[in-house]
């Protein structure tokens, strides 16, 4: 019964090269959270279908993937609903289960099932794989790992402050050069109530949102196709053009909105995260943005978005502040803000600069070539010493050919090859050569151990 | 919209607490498989079902978790197949991929699948979840990991006494006792030619695998309801009641399967394993056990099974020898020798014997206490200068009552608190206080880095 192998479209295997560099990019971000201060939990793959479906809109509720039930999953159906060949409304009766689309929706979940087990504020950081069944193509896939850190049970703006020192130091670590996008939400309501159109915000940041993509002119002509105000779209040009420093921005926009309270206190908030900030010092590039929104009934204040200086990619990381993420599940008045690393896309970014360090590939350090039983034993003992001081050492596990045992080196990348032949195993040496420079000595284990630490 | 949310059964959350515990887990076995020069590889959650489907019987396609196909999975369904209402059936109509429920299967697809890509002898790692629709129930989990390591490309025995290294290793770093119980398949099959009964193989380990539970008369009533002879259950006496040291047992065997080539075969593989592996010296005890069967049908050499001696709780680590693991995906000739670690009992176990080094909760080393604005930039920036340190540090977000604050050190086990008041601020001090020890001085902040290094 051979069959030729496959796997789902939009999946992924990764070989042991690509998985040293999905661990280096995992574990730099991990160790950054760490050192600020957050815990990691886990949720399952599965979450209830109850928990999922609605909180990503129509459109999100499609890309779900959802799992059959177990058993006999019709035994629940009757006939006029299998009469109907309603696919949307059988689905509610064969699945109950689905598997998880981001790391919001399941983390809100947690904190309110587990909220009297945790203690506010709580500091969570999450690595896991999601799934949705988008339409595969270059560069999106349908399973791939989020990378999420979220304050959650504080107003305070020092969390925003520690966010930015987060995502400056996981991308100087990196060596990735990159411009922080900043905006408050409440800016956008400002802006949308000074214009006079408070109902239009969504189609009035949607537009806004575009104005690198498509230019000013394309702006507002969407702008008055959505039935926004010949008078109202002017009044909004001097948003559109804002220029100078951030500073300037920011006291352009303090004149520009000064009758707008919420727009006021959207300023205020970014003067402070911005302030403190740069106190405390960054690397990294911060820019005012007042047309950046990134999914905006979800955010309540403060916008992040991560661009790439150097490649052309779209955001390597975003977050924001939400104020009522868990109010879905009954837990009202937990404001939280969080942060994403696009792990896939800083993968891609690492690969074009080629910017990931010498030793992320972990190999053995040493083979030992195998000339037969008396040798091997002899160097399994070795490596059994190697081994002790923390140093992969291993054995080619059969007495070929040695062109072949030196191609299993070369081709794993072992910088260096042990071989015990007639005359190590009489005076207890090994002969260690060295791939890199093709030169080799004989040395004694300590020797050897003490080279190779 | 409230909603009282919860998660599948059978499957779970894992709190900081428990990750930290679990990544000590993983850690630790992740290493030692490094050291002992295997590569890690990650397969997709989601495999075809084609690739999953009758390669774990009958029972295990029940237990497979079914992806429902998106869009409009009824599209390719007629009416009748509706109107048979069966489920086995229609499910092959709805749903084309499936959750993995082990690692080996998908390694196998991904070994046919590269195989121009791999170089052999492959040695590769895996730890990854898995999910299976079983009756949840104690300590048996819908969605739970697996640490394998396989070795493939090579049917040297050397890789035997590796993977029994590794097994002595992470166990002696975790500080469990264990026993590591060894048979071979070919000793099995020559037990079952000797007594004259090769064909039934499957029902003679099946039973003789359950001697420790239900002892020798109950194992040979089941034989001879299996239809095994009188005279073969006789024969079979002194395998079931063979006693000594494992040089005694193998003696005795080997007179008992004299007239057995393949039963003199597993003999000889057992003792070059059985004494390689003294020679080269691990702590753990070996015992040979000619009743050990595990998944027969899948192996085909050695069986290995581990125990732990100190507490009441079924195998923690098991393995074997399987000669054609890749002939179902058209790849035929590959042998490859393998383990798995169960994470999830050797968790129960460190648990139960309260064996997790004190280090591995994973906390902030320092909470700086929050006063107001001025105090808390002077706190951002020792803060920076300590996590530049490699010294996790954060600042409580809010300037609430100092008794909340502390309370925050302390659920979180946070062992230093740092107050940064007016005094302080003043003359550029910390004030640090040791919450295990109650007392408190005031430091520079390059004291303080000397101190938490």
Redesign the interface.
């Known amino acids: 019964?051979?069959?030729?192998?496959?796997?789902?479209k939009g999946?992924?295997?990764?070989?042991?090269v690509e998985?040293?560099k999905?661990?280096y990019i995992f574990d730099t971000i991990k160790s950054v959270f760490?050192?600020?201060?957050f815990?990691?939990?886990?949720?399952?793959?599965?979450?209830?279908l109850?928990?999922l479906m609605?909180k990503y809109g129509d459109e999100g509720d499609?890309?779900l993937?959802?799992?059959?039930n177990?058993?006999?999953?019709?035994?629940n159906v009757n006939d006029e609903q299998?009469?109907e060949?309603?696919?949307t409304k059988?689905?509610r009766s064969?699945?109950?289960?689905g598997?998880r689309y981001d790391l919001t929706v399941p983390f809100a979940?947690?904190v309110?099932?587990?909220q009297n087990?945790i203690?506010f504020?709580f500091?969570?950081f999450q690595i896991q794989?999601v799934?949705r069944?988008d339409r595969p193509q270059r560069g999106r896939y349908?399973?791939f790992y989020q990378c999420d850190a979220d304050?959650i049970g504080?107003d305070?703006l020092?969390?925003e402050?520690?966010l930015l020192?987060i995502i400056d130091?996981v991308f100087c670590r990196f060596g990735i050069n990159i411009a922080i996008k900043l905006n408050n939400r409440k800016v956008l309501s400002g802006i949308a109530e000074t214009i006079g159109e408070p109902d239009k915000i969504v189609d009035i940041t949607v537009a806004i949102d575009k104005i690198d993509k498509i230019g000013i002119d394309n702006v507002n002509a969407e702008l008055l196709d959505k039935g926004i105000s010949q008078k109202a779209v002017e009044q909004l040009q001097p948003v559109l053009t804002l220029s100078g420093s951030n500073e300037d921005k920011l006291n352009s926009l303090a004149t520009l909105l000064a009758n707008s309270e919420v727009g006021m206190k959207g300023i205020e908030e970014l003067r402070f995260v911005m302030n403190?900030t740069n106190?405390?010092?960054v690397k990294a590039t911060i820019d005012l943005d007042p047309s950046l929104a990134r999914g905006l009934n979800y955010y309540t204040g403060t916008i992040i978005e991560v661009k790439a200086l150097d490649v052309e990619i779209g955001s390597i990381t975003g977050g924001g502040r939400y104020d009522n993420l868990t109010g879905?599940?009954?837990l009202d008045n937990v404001s939280g803000v969080g942060i994403s690393f696009g792990a896939d896309r800083i993968y891609d970014v690492l690969n074009q600069l080629d910017l990931y360090p010498e030793a992320t590939r972990?190999?053995?350090k040493v083979?030992f070539v195998?000339f037969g039983e008396a040798e091997?034993?002899a160097s399994?003992?070795h490596i059994?010493k190697l081994?002790a001081s923390?140093?992969?050492?291993?054995?080619?596990?059969?007495s070929s050919k040695m062109r072949k045992q030196m191609?299993?080196a070369n081709?794993?990348g072992i910088p260096f090859v042990a071989i015990i032949g007639e005359t190590e195993l009489a005076n207890g040496t090994i002969m260690l050569k060295d791939m890199n420079l093709g030169t080799q000595q004989p040395l004694t284990i300590d020797e050897v151990i003490e080279k190779l630490k």
Chains 1, 2 share one sequence.
């Not at 993937?65 to 059959?68: A, G, N, Q, S, T």
């Not at 923390?390 to 059969?398: D, T, W």
């Open positions: 019964m051979a069959q030729k192998p496959s796997i789902p999946t992924r295997d990764f070989s042991p998985m040293s999905r661990n760490t050192l600020h201060g815990h990691q939990i886990e949720t399952p793959a599965m979450e209830n109850s928990t609605g499609k890309l993937f959802k799992i059959l177990s058993g006999d999953f019709l035994s299998l009469a060949r309603n696919s059988l689905m064969i699945a109950e289960k598997l979940r947690f309110v099932q587990h087990e203690k504020p500091k969570r794989p799934w069944a349908r399973e304050v504080t305070s020092l969390n402050v520690d020192q130091e403190k106190e405390i010092g879905v599940f009954g972990t190999t053995t083979l195998n091997a034993t399994l003992k059994k081994r923390g140093i992969s050492a291993e054995i080619f596990p059969e191609g299993y081709d794993n």
